[in-house]
Structures are given as structure tokens and as C-alpha cells.
């Protein structure tokens, strides 16, 4: 860190501050802190590794496709795809709206012949997507490090930036007893971004942290080889993972920002909401944990310029699409941060200004 002067200092090394690192790094010099001794301790490390671009609003849809030749066709340091094709089916009671995106109706007994252990009474009707699949989210995030990295920025752990003061001229922090000027924050901070503008002087924007449970359990007979199976109503989705099954209730706690435990209660959900849809019944439960999906109260990300304070940027509340639209969101930080229009579809300069923090603070960079 020669000089100890950086152009931006990016506050976390999850997907989020990855992606935006590797896109600033070509062109200004950039170090990313993560407070914890390893990357990805806590929501990038804990996801389901899902892609499909149907989950979410419009605004979410399009990142999710706009991310897909990333993710189909990474960098060639990064190697193979990222995403390996799975089908998705999507079930529900018989008037609930088909999924957005491109999806196929099903009868309901050729659902049930994908999955042959869904209840009859729970499939009114089914949709099928592809383009879908399960998505390396532990090479994404570190083909995102590397990316930047290999682009010139610097990486440093198991350390805390304390935010000192902004002189004018830019921020100056306090690290691990040294001092750290920088021109740019950017507030990559998860479940921890409000706290982190608090440290700068700014009120919250209002995210809030839900924790979400996940167990694995034993497989069905022949079922490892079928799709993503998910509840229109987001009240379970089942994926197979490895030799196993990943179960998820869909639950969503409010909670402060934690290093989140998967609880008795939501393994309980779980296995009830299996239960309810499935007539399979694992004996025991192999492995449980629990993530946090962090959302602002429109649940869109936040990413541009905060305006109340000069040089804080922020890229948080991703929720849980993250990992699905993390090089699209990195390349629209990137044209956010430097003034520019985003390349790609035209639609995307709509989509930067739908995230930009101006529509919770008022207040115009």
C-alpha cells in the first residue's frame, strides 16, 4: 500500500464489493477490506448457488440476463462456465400468476413426473424454465477477487477501516494503526451498510437484514438427475445438491445484522414445508445453516453516489440476487461511479437510475 493513498477503498469482500473491484481497478487504484479473516464469511459464502433470471422484479430480471454471458462465458482466468444447466419447475395452486420470463406450462402430471414425490394436491399448476441452472457461487466470487487483484487492487483482511473524518479533499481512515486516504468510499457492507454510513456520518437508508434457513437431507431414488423445484408462493424450493437434498422454507426473519445460526425454529419450517409438499420424509437432517439477505424497503440494490456527503458510494442491498447479478451490477457501478452511461442494452441506464440511493435519500450526486 505504498503512499497509503488510494483512489477508492472499497468496505467489503463479499460478491458485492468484488464485483464493484473488479470493475474500478483497471482504471483507478483501489484496496478492498474485508473485516474477517476469510472472504465470503458470511451472505456470499452461505448462498444456494441458484441462477434464474425469473426470480425477482423486472428491474432484477433484467441484471439477471444481463449478467448471463458472464456468467455462461467467464474471463478465461476464471475458466469454465459458471453455471451449470438445471430446469427449473415452478408449482403452485391453479390460480397463482406464471412466473415472469421464459417459462412453459406444464399439466400437472408432467410436473409430477419430474418430481415424482410433490403432492397431486399441492400442483395445480407448473411451469418449467430453462436457461436456469446452479451457479458456482464460490468461483464467481473468487474469479471476482482474482479479476481484481490481477488488475491492480490491493486485498487486505481481518482488519476494520475506521472512518476518521472527510477533509475536502477526501476521506482518511484508520487501519491497523495506519491512516488511509482515499477520494471514494464505496460502502459494500451487506447486512452492516447503514452501520457503515453511520460511521460516516450519514442516516440509514432503511435496509433490513432477513435471515434465511437451508438443510440438506437425503435424496429421493432417481432424483438427483431433476430439476430445481420451486413454490410459486415462496414457500420452499428443493434443489439437488451433490448426493443430497438442499431444502429451503423460503423463511424470512427480520433481524439485526449477525453472524447468522440456523435456529431450531426454521429447521422445523423446513422439514414441515417438505412435509406439506413432498411425501418424501428423510429420516434426519445432515447439515443445516443459515445467510442473510439484506434488502432496502423497495427491495432493489443500492448502488451510485450518495448526495448528502461527497465521494460515499454505495453497492448494497442485494438481497438474494446477488450472486446471479453480480457482474452486471459491478459493470453498472463501474459507469455509475465514473459519470457514464452503462454499456450494453439500452435498457440498462434505466435500470442504473432505478438503483441509484437518490430515491431513498432525496438527495441528487
Given at each position: 500500500m505504498a503512499g497509503h493513498r488510494f483512489d477508492a477503498v472499497v468496505l467489503g469482500g463479499g460478491v458485492?464489493?468484488?464485483?464493484?473491484?473488479?470493475?474500478?481497478?483497471?482504471?483507478?487504484?483501489?484496496?478492498?477490506?474485508?473485516?474477517?479473516?476469510?472472504?465470503?464469511?458470511h451472505a456470499s459464502g452461505r448462498s444456494t448457488g441458484m441462477y434464474i433470471p425469473s426470480y425477482g422484479g423486472p428491474v432484477v430480471r433484467t441484471l439477471a440476463e444481463a449478467s448471463r454471458p458472464f456468467l455462461e462465458r467467464p474471463p478465461a482466468e476464471i475458466g469454465d462456465a459458471l453455471v451449470r444447466p438445471r430446469p427449473v419447475l415452478h408449482f403452485g395452486p391453479s390460480d397463482h400468476p406464471p412466473p415472469c420470463g421464459k417459462v412453459r406450462p406444464l399439466p400437472p402430471l408432467e410436473a409430477r413426473d419430474l418430481c415424482p414425490v410433490l403432492r397431486s394436491s399441492v400442483v395445480g399448476a407448473a411451469w418449467l424454465e430453462e436457461g436456469t441452472g446452479e451457479l458456482d457461487a464460490a468461483r464467481l466470487h473468487q474469479g471476482l477477487i482474482a479479476m481484481a487483484s490481477r488488475r491492480g487492487a490491493a486485498v487486505w483482511l481481518g482488519a476494520e477501516a475506521h472512518i476518521v473524518s472527510h477533509d475536502g479533499e477526501?476521506?482518511?481512515?484508520?487501519?491497523?494503526?495506519?491512516?488511509?486516504?482515499?477520494?471514494a468510499i464505496v460502502n459494500a457492507?451487506?447486512?452492516?451498510?447503514?452501520?457503515?454510513?453511520?460511521?460516516?456520518?450519514?442516516?440509514?437508508?432503511?435496509?433490513?437484514?432477513?435471515?434465511?434457513?437451508?438443510?440438506?437431507?437425503?435424496?429421493?431414488?432417481?432424483?438427483?438427475d431433476g430439476p430445481i423445484v420451486k413454490h410459486l408462493g415462496e414457500r420452499l424450493y428443493i434443489r439437488p445438491f451433490g448426493a443430497q437434498w438442499l431444502v429451503c422454507p423460503a423463511d424470512e426473519t427480520a433481524c439485526a445484522p449477525e453472524d447468522a445460526v440456523a435456529d431450531e425454529a426454521g429447521v422445523a419450517l423446513a422439514m414441515a414445508r417438505l412435509g406439506e409438499m413432498t411425501t418424501h420424509a428423510p429420516p434426519h437432517v445432515s447439515r443445516r445453516w443459515a445467510g442473510l439477505r439484506t434488502f432496502a424497503p423497495d427491495r432493489l440494490p443500492l448502488v451510485g453516489w450518495d448526495g448528502r456527503a461527497p465521494g460515499f458510494f454505495w453497492m448494497a442491498g442485494l438481497g438474494g440476487f446477488g450472486l446471479q447479478t453480480a457482474p452486471a451490477l459491478g459493470a453498472l457501478a463501474a459507469a455509475a461511479f465514473f459519470g457514464q452511461t452503462p454499456a450494453g442494452p439500452p435498457d440498462l441506464a434505466g435500470v442504473l437510475q432505478a438503483l441509484s440511493p437518490a430515491r431513498r435519500t432525496g438527495c441528487f450526486a
Open positions: 458485492a464489493g468484488a464485483a464493484v473491484a473488479a470493475s474500478l481497478a483497471p482504471r483507478i487504484r483501489v484496496l478492498l477490506l474485508e473485516k474477517e479473516v476469510r472472504l465470503g464469511a477526501g476521506w482518511r481512515l484508520r487501519l491497523a494503526g495506519e491512516e488511509i486516504v482515499c477520494r457492507t451487506g447486512a452492516w451498510a447503514d452501520e457503515t454510513a453511520g460511521r460516516a456520518g450519514l442516516p440509514p437508508l432503511g435496509l433490513t437484514s432477513y435471515r434465511r434457513t437451508v438443510v440438506l437431507v437425503e435424496a429421493p431414488p432417481r432424483s438427483l
